[in-house]
């Protein structure tokens, strides 16, 4: 599944997921932030590499779907490796 490759990479980049990633209970909408890195820093540098998200308060949340591959994934997780 998608969610649980970009979870997985964001958990090892230090950022936090918000929401339950137990089987039964797996969203496909992936909240997460990073301990020190603000949520609009982050929000913004998705933006301007054309990767769609939404800010919400003190964190982003990604949506990946069917329709988005395994390298786009490991995109954005390259991408989040700022921190």
Not at 35 to 41: A, D, G, I, Q, Y
Not at 54 to 79: C, G, K, M, Q, W
């Amino acid at each position: 599944m998608r969610t649980d490759r970009l979870c997985r990479g964001l958990e090892q980049r230090g950022y936090s997921i918000l929401s339950s990633r137990e089987d039964g209970h797996k969203p496909r909408i992936v909240p997460f932030k990073h301990s020190t890195l603000p949520s609009f820093e982050l929000y913004n540098l998705l933006l301007a590499n054309r990767i769609q998200g939404t800010e919400r308060a003190e964190y982003i949340r990604l949506s990946p779907h069917f329709y988005n591959s395994e390298e786009e994934i490991d995109e954005v997780l390259a991408l989040l490796s700022v921190g």
